[in-house]
């Protein structure tokens, strides 16, 4: 009986400890962005763009007429979130 008294407590902070690691939104997780969206590099068929995760939408469109521009289609090719901020680095590829 003393025993199984003495898992409670131990299960109960095992619980809030991972419970709490699901519930902190990502933007939470990663801070504030200065930037909604703003182009770092765009060379040849490469772009390279920094946003707030939340601006993510944005910068994938803005790929696509980046690459549309070039008859090419946008593809991700690198992706690094730290800070609130992003930056992913696009690569036009042909249809």
Request: hydrophobic share 30%; charged share 25%; net charge positive.
């Amino acid at each position: 009986m003393i025993r199984q008294v003495m898992y409670i407590p131990v299960m109960i902070l095992c619980l809030s400890i991972f419970s709490g690691c699901t519930t902190t939104p990502l933007k939470e997780a990663l801070g504030d962005c200065n930037s909604n969206l703003k182009t770092l590099n765009a060379y040849g068929d490469t772009l390279q763009l920094k946003y707030d995760i939340d601006s993510k939408g944005k910068a994938e469109e803005a790929a696509k007429t980046w690459c549309g521009d070039r008859n090419k289609l946008a593809t991700k090719n690198t992706n690094s979130c730290e800070n609130g901020c992003c930056v992913t680095t696009y690569r036009c590829k042909k249809n």
